[in-house]
């Protein structure tokens, strides 16, 4: 409901660096936990005092999120208290609770520049709502005037509504005029919900535009002069303002928080989380020394059973990409800030490059546990494995099983040391950019030590310390010869001292499977996949090592120039432009389709290849070439958003608002209407309803559930103190405050905070209100008096009168299910995969064969418009994965009508659509390395080696099968999205199988000899990772036919008689498959 609350509880009040004190100990306490895992394993009885802290720690309450819960419960605190002062009471007489309400919508707990952005479209939206209200006004007022006597003022007296405002006496009941604001009243829900819709960024703006909306509109056709409409639209607006300035004062001036405090803190994190993430796979490495891990059910299961070192990357990693996506949506809003700090915009869009530059090798050394459960899914090893030695095993399946555990318990010890090594050079590394980037202050003890530090190795932070770093780099990139060797001896491959001196040359001794084909060989094949998996998890390794030292080194740049001091920093105006465009065009950067995935207009991605790195094409029309033509094009705009899914979802809106809406326009209910305040339920329907019916249940729920509370603690606030207004102030702001902590640490569940806070609100500000003005003035708006102990009841009644309407209108005249939506949603996800494939296939082509110097002069060259379309498809599919799993997390709140959804196929086909993903930018990510080896000096021996030239010669011509990947892709998508039935016969392409491929076409280009080769270790991370693509094709595939069927009408008639059994076929493609229950044509 809130964007971007919950990052304000990690941060703090104060300075651009602020927030990071809770980081001061962070990077000791993890090299220390990883210098000795093994300590304080003894479980000790723990004392009272220490379990009260572990609770209060589990409870999240810091210092930061205690002061972010006191400033958001001070806003509607302040206004109730000013509305004590005489002048505040006359000003806004029976709205003044308004003034409570709309200061909790302003959302000051946000950060700076969030609240800021947020405050322009809450103005702008609230003038707009201004002036559409007073054009209602005038209509009402022209269209009375033709019924009754002309510009006679209302009176507010018998069987009108009252005086809703000074100088805005209502008149009695006119038909025409009523018929007129419910139109208008229709037109601007509409409007408001559609705009929520297309763009979220509006979600607070026009829920306080619908306020406004709702309550202008029921006394609109009441007045009887312009005088008296206007004089309420602006005291109205008015008590709006004043909210948002109570609501601003509160955000900049108590416990103020700027967004770069947001990111710096999230960069924080993230940089954290690596380090926690690296020490998880030394962990998980060190275990597979002693535990089977080939023993695991199929990774189709969403409970697949893991051993904790595996779950815990996991775990770590879902934290990652998690946080890695709320930085980069935070990042474009810090950008546009100002503030006085040291880094700029810049600065901050390239630490987070090089953050990103982090994430894709480590996702990738993390699907190492995929990559074993894969191996035991496909040599059928789920059950329980044969505990006996291996000798002792006769089982020709088990056997294999048992010699694949032992070969891999030697290579895990193999890898252990050197890993662990190389991990603790990253750890420490990635602790030198917090200290360097002045993220987390710096250890105290460093500088006392220094004198006596003499010749021992330099310590994160240390001016010397990246060139200590860049020389462990270089000996862990030395050192993989002697891993190579340590494989061979493993394998009775005797290689002479000076082999990788002299590869080409040396002779060596191998065993006779050496020789072997790998097809004719299993001992051969299973002895090539676990070097290729060994090189892979070198690859990776090395690769993050040398993304950490450009980090650090980057890191001393910045310290030796701009993080010297601080300045103002002014975001330019091209940022400032685009931020104009983007709100405009309902978009943000990189991210498009927020809601859904999907343009509005056809269904389908907005992101094509080939023909699209132009203008879309329009299969009905043909470009505009004429001056009328490319104003039609214009018009056609109009239609296509009124049939948009936005448009579609207003008109909902609209219809069920006018549900309550219509009983304020006829004459014998005006009256009724306003005085039972049904516009609170008509208010309900309005800001309630979400696009799809599970998610409007969840939130249905949830409003009930904080009316609920809200109800159960005004009684507390009031009572508790008798009614004394001071005492009912303090409280209230006790009681208030706890509905942010909600929307703080429980986000999903945000509605409930929210109206929790606001029904206090209105409750507690009535009463207060009532108490310092009067009864009777109080009931001079139309609307009774009600004491706490009815009003509180009454307010719980309204609410769910309203949201039981909003749920009928979700469900009529047809509901968009969540089932649907998350159909729609993976199915656009299926085509974004289709391009990303295809821009990767054509990026790897291009960097593999060399050709780089003519494609990457400039912006617009061909290399370069395919890394911009695979960054935009790249971050464009995160967050439509996101996206896809927030559907999934609605499902169970979809009421189920007919047969069960398929929910286990759904998440199967997440789950492979996120691991092709993955590996697909694995495959970018390892191709990289022959860009850069391209580009490297010519005097350096592997740039013009004879094997990169044969490699670059012979993979170029052996065929793959990438194009049938992206085609199969694409028809899934099709399928999937539309619900039709898969082609008939279609299969999955074939395994890319380079590996096989070159050794067909070069005996030698594979070689033992070449394995130090630079380029070597990347081919082997692009071969498991095409193999992981291919093997999660196929299941994908087998998930997508289950859920839409094959188009396949071909049958297949079994006989079976006494002595023999026939069989008859058609190739006439009619099938009829019934198990037995169908019956032949």
Avoid at 75 to 101: H, K, N, R, S
Avoid at 229 to 250: C, K, N, P, Q
Avoid at 717 to 743: P, R, S
Avoid at 954 to 961: E, G, K, R, Y
């Amino acid at each position: 409901m809130a964007p971007g609350q919950e990052e304000v509880e990690r941060t703090t009040s104060s300075g651009e660096g602020s927030g990071r004190t809770s980081s001061r100990d962070e990077p000791e306490r993890t090299k220390t936990n990883m210098s000795s895992p093994q300590a304080n394993t003894k479980k000790e009885k723990k004392s009272i005092s220490t379990k009260l802290k572990e609770l209060w720690a589990k409870t999240g309450l810091d210092p930061p999120t205690v002061r972010t819960m006191a400033k958001g419960g001070l806003a509607p605190t302040i206004a109730l208290a000013a509305y004590q002062a005489t002048d505040f009471a006359e000003t806004y007489t029976t709205i003044g609770y308004l003034v409570g309400i709309v200061s909790i919508l302003s959302f000051a707990i946000m950060p700076r520049a969030k609240f800021m952005q947020t405050m322009f479209y809450l103005i702008f939206t609230t003038c707009t709502a201004t002036g559409m209200a007073l054009l209602a006004i005038y209509c009402c007022v022209r269209a009375r005037a033709n019924t009754t006597e002309p510009d006679v003022p209302g009176s507010g007296g018998a069987g009108t509504s009252g005086t809703p405002s000074p100088g805005a006496a209502t008149s009695t009941y006119n038909s025409s005029a009523s018929a007129i604001a419910g139109i208008w009243l229709f037109f601007e829900v509409w409007i408001i919900n559609t705009m929520r819709a297309r763009n979220p960024a509006l979600t607070i703006p026009g829920i306080v535009a619908a306020i406004f909306a709702n309550v202008s509109l029921v006394y609109a056709p009441q007045f009887g002069t312009m005088a008296q409409g206007i004089s309420f639209a602006r005291r109205l607006l008015e008590a709006f303002l004043t909210g948002f300035g109570i609501g601003t004062g509160v955000s900049l001036l108590v416990f103020p928080v700027t967004m770069r405090q947001v990111v710096f803190k999230e960069m924080t994190g993230y940089i954290m989380t690596l380090r926690k993430v690296m020490d998880a796979h030394v962990k998980y490495i060190e275990s597979l020394e002693e535990t089977n891990m080939f023993s695991r059910t199929p990774t189709g299961t969403p409970d697949t059973p893991r051993t904790p070192q595996a779950q815990a990357i996991k775990d770590i990693m879902a934290g990652l990409n998690a946080l890695f996506g709320k930085l980069s949506i935070d990042l474009t809003i810090a950008k546009r800030e100002i503030a006085i700090g040291k880094l700029g915009p810049d600065d901050l869009q390239e630490v987070f490059k090089r953050m990103r530059l982090l994430l894709l090798p480590i996702t990738g050394l993390s699907s190492v546990t995929d990559i074993f459960e894969r191996i035991t899914e496909e040599h059928g090893w789920e059950g329980p494995p044969d505990e006996r030695p291996l000798e002792q095993i006769e089982d020709p399946k088990e056997r294999r099983r048992a010699e694949a555990v032992r070969d891999w318990q030697q290579l895990s010890g193999m890898l252990r040391v050197p890993f662990s090594e190389i991990v603790k050079d990253i750890d420490s590394g990635l602790a030198h950019v917090l200290f360097t980037l002045e993220l987390v202050p710096r250890p105290k003890k460093a500088e006392a030590d220094t004198a006596e530090k003499g010749d021992a190795a330099s310590a994160p932070g240390d001016k010397d310390f990246t060139a200590f770093m860049g020389q462990q780099v270089n000996n862990f990139h030395n050192k993989k010869s002697n891993l190579l060797r340590h494989f061979a001896d493993l394998r009775n491959i005797k290689l002479p001292q000076d082999f990788f001196d002299r590869p080409r040359t040396a002779r060596f001794e191998a065993p006779e499977w050496y020789y072997q084909k790998p097809e004719e060989s299993e001992q051969r094949a299973r002895y090539r996949r676990q070097l290729f998996l060994v090189l892979y998890m070198d690859f990776l390794l090395e690769s993050i090592a040398k993304s950490v030292f450009d980090f650090c080194k980057y890191a001393d740049g910045k310290a030796d120039t701009k993080l010297k001091k601080k300045r103002l920093i002014v975001p330019g105006l091209k940022r400032f432009r685009k931020w104009v465009m983007t709100s405009i065009t309902h978009k943000t950067d990189n991210y498009t389709d927020e809601e859904h995935g999907m343009n509005e207009a056809g269904g389908r991605s907005t992101v094509y290849l080939g023909d699209a790195y132009h203008k879309r094409k329009d299969p009905e029309h043909l470009p505009p070439t004429t001056a009328f033509e490319r104003f039609g094009d214009k018009v056609r705009a109009i239609p296509r958003f009124l049939r948009s899914p936005a448009s579609m979802f207003g008109l909902r809106v609209a219809m069920a608002t006018m549900c309550l809406a219509v009983i304020a326009y006829l004459r014998d209910t005006q009256q009724f209407y306003v005085t039972q305040r049904l516009f609170w339920a008509q208010i309900m329907v309005t800001i309630s309803m979400s696009p799809s019916a599970g998610q409007s249940l969840f939130s249905f729920a949830l409003r009930i559930m904080g009316t609920c509370a809200a109800m159960v603690t005004s009684f507390i606030i009031w009572y508790i103190v008798d009614g004394h207004t001071a005492g009912v102030l303090v409280f209230f702001w006790l009681i208030v405050m706890w509905g942010f902590y909600i929307v703080l640490k429980y986000p999903k569940i945000t509605p409930v905070g929210m109206i929790f806070s606001v029904t206090n609100t209105l409750i507690i500000g009535y009463e207060l209100q009532t108490r310092k003005i009067g009864i009777q003035a109080s009931e001079s708006n139309g609307q009774a008096y009600y004491p706490i102990y009815e009003l509180a009841p009454y307010r719980l009644a309204t609410v769910c009168a309203g949201i039981f309407v909003a749920w009928v209108w979700t469900i009529f005249p047809w509901p968009i299910s969540e089932h649907s939506e998350l159909r729609r949603d993976l199915g656009a996800s299926l085509y974004l995969l289709a391009n990303y494939y295809s821009v990767v296939d054509s990026t790897v082509r291009v960097r593999i064969s060399g050709d780089l110097q003519s494609l990457s002069s400039s912006p617009d060259a061909p290399l370069s418009q395919l890394d911009k379309a695979r960054q935009k498809v790249f971050s464009k599919s995160l967050l439509l994965l996101q996206a896809l799993r927030t559907h999934n997390d609605f499902i169970k709140f979809d009421i189920p009508l007919g047969g069960r959804f398929p929910a286990a196929t759904y998440r199967k086909t997440i789950a492979r659509v996120q691991t092709i993903f993955n590996f697909t930018s694995l495959l970018s990510y390892a191709s990289q390395t022959f860009a850069e080896m391209y580009h490297s000096d010519a005097e350096e021996e592997h740039s013009e080696s004879k094997w990169l030239q044969d490699f670059r010669r012979l993979s170029l011509s052996a065929q793959s099968t990438s194009r049938e990947i992206t085609t199969l892709l694409a028809l899934l998508s099709a399928s999937v999205t539309s619900g039709q039935p898969l082609p008939p016969y279609i299969k999955p392409p074939e395994p890319y199988a380079l590996s096989s491929k070159l050794d067909e076409m070069d005996r030698d280009i594979l070689s033992i000899r070449h394995l130090v080769e630079p380029g070597y270790a990347a081919f082997a991370c692009m071969q498991i990772a095409t193999r992981c693509i291919g093997d999660d094709l196929t299941a994908l595939l087998r998930d997508v036919r289950e859920l839409v069927g094959e188009m396949d009408f071909s049958f297949t008639v079994v006989g079976v008689n006494d002595n023999s059994e026939s069989k008859a076929s058609s190739n006439s493609s009619l099938r009829q498959r019934a198990n037995g229950k169908g019956k032949a044509p």
